[in-house]
């Protein structure tokens, strides 16, 4: 559908095409009928002329034979009357000879037919201008009249030129019927050429009629979606002009600033609410906009609405020129953010008490820094005293020390051992938490060939244990912290080849897979012990063990490492298991650390 402005482009084109139309209905039938009356006057000219060639040339020989006649009526009997008779045709021939010579100077053939007519009339007006010579005899002068006549022929002349003048006129006006069958038929062409114009442009006008109310229509339809548009938005719409009038609003407008069905067109937006929009400042800055062109942005302001409420309005406005007036207004938009500005404050209140927390995690961590440098220094050095005192022991008492001190002094021993590993356990658990991350590209590949070959040694150390039979799937390249990766498949490799070490043959799995959504998903599968699932939920916690000291050793602070280490990395890990049947861990790490290394050598 074409918009209403080119349907006025093209109502401008239609009407000076009508103008050329109807020039052309005017001028055309003028030019017509201007030709046909001057073709009409051309034809009766030379009709006209013919007929005045005609006359003369007749006139011409009446004068010729009243000469001749007056001369023989003189002849006969002499008469003043004959004579007079005979002066006045010899005085007339002369002028009607100029006369026919002027009518036919544009005609050769006649001009040749005057030549010989001149000559026989010369003649023949001298022969009867003649006296008769004394005693001739009337018969002589007759006859010589009539050899005259016989001998120089002016009839015959006269009536070839009278002819060739017929000929020349009807030539004419078969020309001239000509002209005037063709002005007839141009007449008719152009009645046609009217009507066809006439029906044209009465189709074009039928049909611009119809795309101007077609037009009219979706401007208007254009206007009922605008309106309803408007109406529908949540936030309060207006227009105000230079007197800050309101001229035009939305639903939500009316509903904050006019009782309940009182109209505001035409009000002063001080005079809305109880003076909300009462703030001269704010008044001052909505006269420049619609004033001085100017633009406000992002304007807070308290207003108490209608309802009572108190809220803060951002309030925005710009100049609009009004198409159908021409008139500038400002164009107001008005959002209200008081939940937002509750929001921000809570938000700042929530940082004030997040910055507190940071400083009380903060003095925790320089705590744990201080147990950790105890736990590594104070304790370690209790712990070699009873190691070294024990042994000092042993030896003092040398081949004396009986079963139950050998026991004692056994036990003391192993006390201490377990104590240290503990104690390294701890400090390898709380650097894990403490350390920066430092992402980059890590071969999983390599990484458990490495961890399997340094199991594999010390399996090889212990003659009692079986072979290990290893099913290690192709692995990927990951972006991850190598150190902590190390950590975690030392654990849960070390962990399958322990628990699995009462078969004759221990079987390990690690495989791979990957989610829809890009996570890596990585498993370690052993035939081992097992462990029951319903205390599944303690398995990765601090000193959390499945199963006795004495079966299994350790400290049971592994796995709680190896999910220390996955949460550092915005990863998960799972646990599977049937008592007897062996266990199955999968551990998954994000897809998102393959596209961040930026994030190389963060702290968490």
């Given at each position: 559908?074409?918009?209403?402005?080119?349907?006025?482009?093209?109502?401008?084109?239609?009407?000076?095409?009508?103008?050329?139309?109807?020039?052309?209905?005017?001028?055309?039938?003028?030019?017509?009928?201007?030709?046909?009356?001057?073709?009409?006057?051309?034809?009766?000219r030379w009709v006209l002329h013919s007929q005045q060639v005609e006359a003369t040339a007749a006139n011409l020989g009446y004068r010729i034979?009243?000469?001749?006649?007056?001369?023989?009526?003189?002849?006969?009997?002499?008469?003043?009357?004959?004579?007079?008779?005979?002066?006045?045709?010899?005085?007339?021939?002369?002028?009607?000879?100029?006369?026919?010579?002027?009518?036919?100077?544009?005609?050769?053939?006649?001009?040749?037919?005057?030549?010989?007519?001149?000559?026989?009339?010369?003649?023949?007006?001298?022969?009867?201008?003649?006296?008769?010579?004394?005693?001739?005899?009337?018969?002589?002068?007759?006859?010589?009249?009539?050899?005259?006549?016989?001998?120089?022929?002016?009839?015959?002349?006269?009536?070839?030129?009278?002819?060739?003048?017929?000929?020349?006129?009807?030539?004419?006006?078969?020309?001239?019927?000509?002209?005037?069958?063709?002005?007839?038929?141009?007449?008719?062409?152009?009645?046609?050429?009217?009507?066809?114009?006439?029906?044209?442009?009465?189709?074009?006008?039928q049909r611009q009629q119809q795309q101007r109310l077609a037009a009219e229509l979706e401007q208007r339809n254009a206007s009922s979606r605008?309106?309803?548009?408007?109406?529908?938005?949540?936030?309060?719409?207006?227009?105000?002009?230079?007197?800050?009038?309101?001229?035009?609003?939305?639903?939500?407008?009316?509903?904050?600033?006019?009782?309940?069905?009182?109209?505001?067109?035409?009000?002063?937006?001080?005079?809305?609410?109880?003076?909300?929009?009462?703030?001269?400042?704010?008044?001052?800055?909505?006269?420049?906009?619609?004033?001085?062109?100017?633009?406000?942005?992002?304007?807070?302001?308290?207003?108490?609405?209608?309802?009572?409420?108190?809220?803060?309005?951002?309030?925005?406005?710009?100049?609009?020129?009004?198409?159908?007036?021409?008139?500038?207004?400002?164009?107001?938009?008005?959002?209200?953010?008081?939940?937002?500005?509750?929001?921000?404050?809570?938000?700042?209140?929530?940082?004030?008490?997040?910055?507190?927390?940071?400083?009380?995690?903060?003095?925790?961590?320089?705590?744990?820094?201080?147990?950790?440098y105890s736990v590594s220094h104070d304790l370690r050095a209790p712990l070699r005293h009873i190691s070294g005192f024990t042994d000092k022991?042993?030896?003092?008492?040398?081949?004396?020390?009986?079963?139950?001190?050998?026991?004692?002094?056994?036990?003391?021993?192993?006390?201490?051992?377990?104590?240290?590993?503990?104690?390294?356990?701890?400090?390898?658990?709380?650097?894990?938490?403490?350390?920066?991350?430092?992402?980059?590209?890590?071969?999983?590949?390599?990484?458990?060939?490495?961890?399997?070959?340094?199991?594999?040694?010390?399996?090889?150390?212990?003659?009692?244990?079986?072979?290990?039979?290893?099913?290690?799937?192709?692995?990927?390249?990951?972006?991850?912290?190598?150190?902590?990766?190390?950590?975690?498949?030392?654990?849960?490799?070390?962990?399958?080849?322990?628990?699995?070490?009462?078969?004759?043959?221990?079987?390990?799995?690690?495989?791979?897979?990957?989610?829809?959504?890009?996570?890596?998903?990585?498993?370690?599968?052993?035939?081992?012990?097992?462990?029951?699932?319903?205390?599944?939920?303690?398995?990765?916690?601090?000193?959390?063990?499945?199963?006795?000291?004495?079966?299994?050793?350790?400290?049971?602070?592994?796995?709680?490492?190896?999910?220390?280490?996955?949460?550092?990395?915005?990863?998960?890990?799972?646990?599977?298991?049937?008592?007897?049947?062996?266990?199955?861990?999968?551990?998954?790490?994000?897809?998102?650390?393959?596209?961040?290394?930026?994030?190389?050598?963060?702290?968490?």
């Amino acid at each position: 559908m074409q918009t209403y402005a080119a349907m006025l482009r093209n109502t401008r084109r239609l009407q000076w095409l009508l103008i050329v139309v109807i020039a052309l209905i005017i001028v055309g039938p003028y030019l017509v009928l201007q030709k046909s009356i001057a073709a009409s006057q051309e034809a009766a000219r030379w009709v006209l002329h013919s007929q005045q060639v005609e006359a003369t040339a007749a006139n011409l020989g009446y004068r010729i034979r009243d000469l001749e006649a007056a001369a023989l009526s003189d002849a006969a009997r002499p008469d003043p009357l004959f004579k007079t008779r005979l002066r006045e045709s010899m005085a007339a021939i002369p002028g009607l000879q100029r006369q026919l010579q002027a009518l036919t100077q544009d005609n050769p053939r006649q001009q040749a037919n005057l030549a010989e007519l001149d000559l026989a009339i010369q003649q023949r007006v001298a022969i009867a201008s003649q006296a008769a010579p004394a005693g001739r005899e009337v018969a002589q002068r007759v006859a010589a009249i009539a050899q005259a006549n016989n001998r120089y022929l002016v009839r015959q002349v006269l009536t070839r030129i009278i002819d060739g003048e017929r000929v020349l006129l009807h030539a004419r006006q078969a020309e001239a019927a000509r002209s005037e069958q063709r002005i007839r038929l141009l007449g008719a062409g152009f009645t046609v050429l009217q009507l066809a114009l006439l029906t044209l442009m009465t189709v074009l006008i039928q049909r611009q009629q119809q795309q101007r109310l077609a037009a009219e229509l979706e401007q208007r339809n254009a206007s009922s979606r605008a309106e309803a548009i408007i109406q529908t938005i949540r936030d309060p719409i207006a227009l105000v002009d230079d007197q800050q009038r309101v001229m035009m609003h939305n639903t939500a407008f009316g509903e904050l600033y006019a009782a309940r069905g009182q109209g505001i067109s035409g009000q002063t937006l001080a005079d809305l609410a109880n003076g909300a929009w009462g703030r001269p400042d704010l008044l001052l800055r909505l006269r420049d906009v619609v004033s001085r062109n100017r633009e406000l942005w992002d304007f807070e302001l308290p207003q108490t609405t209608m309802d009572g409420v108190k809220r803060t309005m951002l309030l925005n406005a710009r100049p609009m020129l009004l198409p159908d007036q021409h008139t500038q207004v400002a164009l107001l938009t008005v959002s209200d953010i008081t939940a937002q500005k509750a929001a921000e404050r809570n938000i700042q209140e929530l940082n004030q008490q997040l910055a507190g927390k940071v400083a009380q995690v903060t003095d925790v961590n320089r705590e744990l820094e201080a147990f950790s440098y105890s736990v590594s220094h104070d304790l370690r050095a209790p712990l070699r005293h009873i190691s070294g005192f024990t042994d000092k022991l042993r030896r003092h008492l040398g081949p004396a020390v009986d079963d139950k001190a050998g026991h004692y002094l056994g036990i003391i021993d192993a006390s201490t051992k377990r104590m240290a590993a503990l104690i390294d356990d701890l400090l390898v658990y709380s650097r894990l938490g403490r350390s920066a991350l430092r992402l980059h590209p890590v071969d999983m590949q390599s990484l458990v060939m490495e961890v399997r070959a340094m199991l594999d040694a010390a399996v090889d150390e212990d003659a009692s244990r079986q072979r290990i039979d290893w099913h290690i799937a192709p692995l990927p390249i990951v972006v991850a912290d190598d150190n902590m990766m190390r950590q975690v498949w030392q654990n849960l490799l070390g962990n399958a080849v322990k628990y699995s070490g009462t078969r004759e043959v221990s079987r390990i799995e690690v495989g791979y897979a990957r989610t829809d959504d890009g996570d890596h998903v990585f498993s370690v599968r052993d035939n081992g012990v097992g462990f029951d699932m319903a205390y599944a939920g303690k398995l990765f916690g601090v000193f959390q063990r499945m199963h006795k000291a004495s079966e299994f050793p350790g400290t049971g602070i592994g796995l709680a490492s190896v999910k220390r280490v996955l949460l550092r990395h915005g990863g998960t890990i799972t646990a599977e298991s049937v008592p007897g049947e062996g266990s199955t861990f999968r551990f998954t790490l994000p897809a998102m650390l393959d596209n961040a290394p930026a994030l190389q050598g963060t702290s968490a």
